[in-house]
């Protein structure tokens, strides 16, 4: 979504009356299939504003009443006004809702037989590694500020980890059970969605970057605390919502386009690129599914592809 969408969001209305019983259920469904909580939040706002925005207007009363041509008005007001991706990920958590609602209390299904708003593929561009040294000296320096930056740059480049997964990162310097971090094997355990935990690896480089974030981090007053990213002037722990913001302001002050998530196709790509095996990529990304190999490989598969032409086809 971006700044247009995020800031529209904020204003939507959630009041969803006579719909909310249902929708509370929905919600602790969710929960209790251990669903994430950014996952619960989203599903839940967007039943929330389709019942606040458009079925009071239409003079429903109840889920029963709600039809396949309410959907589809929807679709058609949201793809007049957000982006496509963004209306399909509404269409889906409606979609899961109204899944739940049928098999919970029976009713039929107004989103049989409906499909989701087509999405343009869009590429993401990998970055350059004039790009990445431009970004990586933006952060330079030794103030705290600074080492946290540029550990959790170098943290996102080594590893492609989500924002969630980042910022969920746990260091007990006193108690190494409860620590993710364990720098002698340049190991970092994330938790993933649903819950999983996998444990990803670092270089030599990060592994540095993140040594001298930490010893930082031993002097600053919130130090007790088990979140591993700590704020500026002894503020509290970053949330992912910071660190998308630090990431940002950092790419702003190099002059590079540059999103949390751009380090997870760099990541992917460059592994790729340099022969790196499919199942272990999936491992690393906490994948179930090969169709995210076809997905992330894309940003740059087309150069992958001339790369490997020079190398066959040279001089022939």
């Known amino acids: 979504m971006d700044a247009g969408e995020s800031r529209t969001w904020r204003r939507k209305p959630l009041d969803a009356g006579v719909f909310q019983p249902e929708i509370s259920s929905f919600k602790l469904a969710l929960a209790a299939e251990a669903k994430a909580a950014k996952t619960v939040r989203n599903y839940t706002e967007a039943v929330q504003w389709f019942a606040a925005a458009l079925l009071g207007q239409a003079s429903r009363a109840s889920w029963e009443q709600v039809t396949s041509r309410d959907i589809q008005r929807w679709m058609a007001w949201l793809l ?25 209390d ?16 869009k590429l993401v561009p990998v970055f350059t590694g004039e790009e990445l040294a431009t970004l990586e000296r933006a952060c330079a320096g030794r103030a705290f500020a600074q080492r946290r930056d540029t550990a959790i740059i170098a943290v996102f480049k080594a590893t492609g980890i989500r924002l969630s997964e980042l910022a969920g990162i746990r260091y007990c310097p006193g108690d190494p059970q409860r620590s993710d971090v364990d720098l002698w094997q340049r190991e970092i355990t994330v938790r993933g969605k649903g819950g999983k935990d996998r444990i990803v690896r670092i270089g030599h480089q990060a592994a540095r970057s993140l040594d001298r974030y930490i010893r930082a981090r031993s002097r600053h007053a919130q130090a007790w605390r088990p979140q591993l990213w700590l704020g500026v002037n002894n503020r509290e722990p970053l949330t992912a919502n910071g660190i998308y913001q630090m990431i940002a302001r950092r790419g702003r002050q190099a002059g590079v386009a540059v999103h949390p998530h751009r380090f997870r196709h760099h990541f992917s790509h460059t592994w790729l690129d340099r022969g790196g095996p499919e199942g272990d990529l999936m491992e690393l990304n906490g994948w179930a599914s090969p169709q995210m190999l076809a997905r992330y490989g894309a940003s740059a598969r087309a150069a992958r592809a001339r790369r490997t032409y020079d190398r066959i086809m040279d001089d022939t």
């Open 80 to 104: 007049d006004r957000y982006s496509s991706a963004y209306a399909s990920n509404q269409y889906r958590a409606l979609q899961q809702f109204f899944r739940w609602l049928a098999a919970e």
């Open 106 to 121: 029976g009713l039929p299904d107004p989103m049989a037989g409906l499909h989701p708003p087509p999405v343009p593929h």
